[in-house]
Structures are given as C-alpha cells and as structure tokens.
C-alpha cells in the first residue's frame, strides 16, 4: 500500500508562514486526488485544501481561502500545503490523504494517510 509522510510542521508566531509536504513513500499511479485535513482536540477532523492530481483544481475550506495554497510538485509525487498569515485557530495536527475515488472534502473519501505534523502557531 502507498505510505504518506507529511513534513513541514512547526512553531511559528501569529502571521509567519509556514509550507508542509506530504510524499509518497513509492510512486503511485492510481491517486486521483490528495487533501490536507487538521485536527484539534475536542473537535472533529476539518477538511483544509485539496487538488485534483487529474484536472488540478484545488478547493479550500472557507477559513484559509485567501491564505493557504495547495500544489503539487511537476513529478507528481509531493503535494504542499503553503500557509500564510497564519492565526492561532490554525494551530492543530494536520494530516494529508490521498484518494483513488474523487477529490474530496468528507474524510471518508480518502483511503490512505499521513501520520500527521504538528503546526503551532503562537499569539
């Protein structure tokens, strides 16, 4: 099965910028789509950003439209999540997913995953 790792987390003060990868373990040719999920404690896992590896529209939850930017390197086989302006409501885990079914933004879309990054931001 493909493994993702997600790199790129850290500490960072209110309005830095920070860029997060997510890679493939080994190259796949079956991923259709690949999206940036996070997670905080006490809340459910929020969708953040997604591309289409197929057509390369890329969609993004309201509250990072503006401020985040997911692409994806010309091999294919890194996607990266750039977060500007960062606020502190952005600090959580942060996991990357890929699926073979569609781009998406309900979890259950998505059959493989990281183990996830840390991002903090500080006030």
């Known amino acids: 099965q493909v493994q993702l790792v997600e790199s790129g987390g850290g500490l960072v003060q209110a309005g830095g910028s920070l860029r997060l990868s997510c890679a493939a373990s080994r190259r796949t040719f079956s991923t259709y789509g690949v999206g940036w999920f996070r997670q905080v404690p006490g809340k459910e896992r929020e969708f953040v950003a997604a591309i289409s590896l197929s057509s390369g529209s890329t969609y993004y939850t309201d509250s990072v439209k503006g401020r985040f930017t997911i692409s994806r390197d010309n091999a294919e086989d890194t996607v990266h999540l750039q977060m500007n302006s960062l606020k502190p409501e952005d600090t959580a885990v942060y996991y990357c997913?890929?699926?073979?079914?569609?781009?998406?933004?309900?979890?259950?879309?998505?059959?493989?995953w990281g183990q996830g990054t840390q991002v903090t931001v500080s006030s």
């Open positions: 997913a890929a699926t073979t079914r569609y781009t998406s933004d309900y979890a259950g879309a998505y059959g493989y």
